[in-house]
């Protein structure tokens, strides 16, 4: 019967398709296809993220009105306070830090355009224009152009990359409060741009208003980037950890340039094999 | 007169172009805009309204754009959209008619839910696996439902109006042209 050959013929090539896909089978052509479209991609997502902007014009002037009221109880509470005062003490030390140490790390920023993105409820990811060839590598920290942690690289292209941030409920990072000199927990992202500070042991204080930095003890992010500021501490005494809000610093929806954290080495590599 | 191959590229290119904006310009969009997509629908309308052929066509290359440049891990969004657009075909070809509202709402509500089923299944399937997969985002149910329908609808309407394609047609002698019977 025609018919049911049809039907053969469709479900084994969908088949066939998912497992090529799942051997990787398919990744020159992917590749291939992404190189020839890249140019067209960059212009359909500037048109996309300006579409985007405007969209959000109302939804940004609700969002505004509410957080200026609640910057402006809480500016009231803490015009003069001492709280308020060592956290942007400490902002400002931890961003001194930073930009210490991109001149002596052996890091060096690439700048990366988002093409994609997937950013709705639990999910946080977004595509970028670099990919191998420019030296980038998985678990590869990405900032904001002001130096404010966005993720990390989790998926690798020849010419693109996926960049997970830290409001993905699947994303982890080991962190510490600025001003002290170990790992004192992981933010993890909690969906909808908001993520959780946990497992801190009940010894480490911790407020509002800290500063959460990168810990530096993963081997390819970097310490002393800024993750975002302490929200709302929870503790109990029985518990031998305690957890915290944070509020992130970047603003993750509507990330359009960024930058890569890689090694020197990385960039000398890429450029050398291109040339 | 435009030739089957032709017609095959053009369509191809069609849903290669909504593909790309899907993944690049409505990834964008806020919140529920976000269910204003324009392959998925591209794809159901052809099986709905045009050859299974053309529609896996479509679906090939409108998925092919979503794999590619989405930032989603192992949708496999060409193979799902292919199962879908048969899955319409057969059931429009066979079971319900695709002449009458309720007929294509029927068939819009079978596309929405088996693409969402086989999205959901090939996430559970790839978590048993242990890979941790970046799941597709989509709007809320009611939204893409609704946008699905919206495109669906004013398509049959234009059809309706504007075209003989769901007159009778009345005919007959050889070496005339077909007529729609009209009272």
């Known amino acids: ?275 | 007169m435009i030739r089957p191959w032709s017609r095959r590229l053009l369509t191809l290119a069609i849903a290669m172009f909504c593909g790309l904006v899907d993944a690049t310009v409505v990834s964008w969009l806020p919140g529920n805009w976000q269910s204003i997509r324009w392959a998925f629908p591209f794809v159901v309308l052809l099986a709905i309204f045009s050859t299974r052929e053309r529609s896996l066509v479509a679906a090939i290359g409108g998925g092919f754009m979503l794999d590619l440049f989405l930032p989603s891990s192992l949708a496999f969004v060409t193979a799902r959209f292919m199962l879908v657009a048969f899955i319409v075909h057969v059931l429009g070809a066979r079971l319900v008619s695709n002449r009458s509202l309720i007929g294509i709402w029927t068939l819009v509500i079978t596309a929405f839910l088996s693409d969402r089923s086989i999205s959901f299944g090939i996430q559970v399937f790839m978590r048993q696996l242990g890979t941790n997969i970046i799941p597709e985002v989509h709007a809320v149910f009611w939204a893409e439902l609704a946008w699905l329908f919206v495109v669906v609808t004013a398509t049959f309407i234009v059809f309706a109006a504007f075209t003989r394609r769901f007159l009778p047609s009345v005919y007959t002698h050889r070496g005339r042209s077909e007529m729609s019977h009209t009272i």
């Open chain 1, 1 to 275: 019967m025609p018919r049911d050959r049809a039907l053969i013929i469709v479900i084994a090539t969908a088949i066939a398709l998912l497992l090529l896909a799942l051997a990787g089978f398919v990744g020159p052509v992917r590749e291939f296809v992404r190189m020839v479209l890249l140019p067209f991609v960059r212009v359909t997502s500037s048109i996309g993220s300006s579409v985007g902007s405007v969209l959000r014009v109302r939804q940004d002037a609700v969002a505004a009105r509410d957080r200026a009221e609640e910057l402006d109880a809480r500016l009231r509470a803490i015009t003069v306070d001492y709280v308020r005062l060592r956290g942007l003490e400490e902002e400002n030390r931890s961003l001194r830090a930073q930009a210490k140490f991109l001149n002596t790390s052996g890091f060096e920023s690439l700048g990366a355009r988002v093409i994609s993105r997937a950013i709705l409820y639990e999910t946080a990811a977004v595509t970028v224009d670099r990919g191998a060839r420019d030296g980038v590598e998985v678990g590869q920290a990405v900032l904001t152009d002001e130096g404010l942690l966005v993720g990390k690289i989790t998926t690798l292209g020849e010419r693109t990359s996926v960049v997970l941030l830290l409001s993905d409920i699947r994303s982890r990072i080991a962190a510490r409060v600025a001003g002290t000199d170990r790992l004192t927990g992981i933010v993890e992202g909690r969906g909808n741009g908001t993520a959780r500070y946990t497992l801190i042991p009940q010894s480490i204080p911790v407020k509002r208003d800290d500063v959460v930095v990168t810990a530096g003890t993963e081997e390819k992010v970097p310490g002393n980037l800024a993750i975002g500021l302490v929200n709302d501490v929870q503790s109990q005494q029985t518990d031998p950890f305690k957890t915290a809000a944070v509020e992130l610093l970047a603003p993750l929806d509507r990330l359009e340039l960024v930058s890569i954290m890689i090694p020197r080495t990385s960039t000398e590599e890429a450029v050398s094999s291109s040339l």
